[in-house]
């Protein structure tokens, strides 16, 4: 029913502003993928916890209540660029009520060291 719900605003890098209707218990990827934000390389493996890309940055207090880091997201964000106190993986964290008008930030940055890689070889 529409009691699911939950409204989330996504700031993009260049300031963009994106509000969606989010699933509870969908993780904040699958929001960006369904949603078709346009948020340049983000969420570029999937949900495999390879490639960081799908960092974003949460607000202090709901960081709080996301609940733990599992040691294989806190690797994968060492290797993410701009990396803050407030970060998380987007592909790890899942949609609950409590985030109903919940704003979430993409980092500035981002490091997918596959795209660099291909950037250099085309320049
Ligand atoms: Fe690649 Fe989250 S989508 S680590």
């Known amino acids: 029913g529409s009691t699911d719900k ?7 890098r260049d ?4 509000t969606v209707t989010a699933k509870e218990g969908e993780s904040l990827l699958e929001v ?22 799908c960092h974003l940055i949460f607000e202090e207090d709901a960081f709080r209540q996301l609940g733990p880091t599992s040691d294989e997201e806190l690797d994968m964000l060492d290797l993410a660029f701009g990396l803050t106190d ?10 609950k ?17 596959r795209k660099e890689l291909e950037a250099e070889k085309q320049s």
């Open 15 to 18: 300031g963009e502003k994106f």
């Open 86 to 95: 407030t970060s998380r993986l987007g592909c790890q964290v899942h949609v």
């Open 32 to 53: 960006v993928m369904n949603q078709n934000l346009s948020i340049d390389g983000f969420g570029a493996c999937e949900g495999a916890l390879a490639c960081s890309t």
């Open 97 to 113: 009520k409590w985030m109903n008008g919940l704003t979430v930030h993409v980092p500035v940055e981002v490091s997918d060291l």
């Open 6 to 12: 939950v409204l989330l605003h996504f700031v993009n």
